[in-house]
């Protein structure tokens, strides 16, 4: 059975691409920290995932459930082809997901040097997403509470 989205998910482009960048500062907040490479690939991962399904809820007007980014990738790639030169990046920022965030047999040690590639790769992939959707971080406003 497939899990599906949850009822709460927004439907609104811009509250994804919103997230999708605090995970980014999230991730530039941490680098500093050895400790937290890991951490730093794994909001990487985040923020790619939900500017991909800010960028399709934009065009598709329908909600992608997964944190596949090669698959999300992919279903850019059908609206714009742009999005092919990503597919490397996203491929290897695909296992972070997990891997970064779980103890295992064979841990997953990243270093600063990954960490930061793992930043650029976001940050190119969300400019291409930004430019095209045109959205403004600073612009962003919350939606209003329900009473």
């Excluded at 899990?3 to 530039?28: H, K, M, N, P, V």
């Excluded at 399709?56 to 698959?71: I, Q």
């Excluded at 064979?106 to 990954?114: A, K, N, S, V």
Aim: proline letters at 3%; one cysteine or more.
């Amino acid at each position: 059975m497939a899990r599906g989205y949850r009822d709460t998910d927004s439907r609104r482009y811009f509250d994804w691409l919103y997230y999708s960048a605090i995970d980014l500062r999230c991730a530039e907040l941490i680098i500093d920290e050895p400790h937290c490479y890991n951490m730093v690939a794994f909001h990487c991962q985040q923020s790619i995932e939900k500017g991909f399904k800010g960028f399709l809820l934009w065009k598709k007007h329908k909600l992608f459930d997964g944190h596949n980014l090669p698959w999300l990738c992919k279903q850019a790639m059908q609206i714009d082809d742009q999005f092919r030169q990503f597919l490397p990046a996203a491929s290897r920022i695909n296992r972070y997901y997990i891997e970064a965030r779980y103890p295992a047999d064979f841990l997953l040690q990243l270093d600063l040097e990954d960490a930061k590639q793992a930043i650029a790769d976001t940050k190119e992939i969300l400019r291409a997403i930004q430019s095209l959707v045109k959205f403004d971080f600073a612009s962003y406003r919350h939606k209003a509470p329900r009473r």
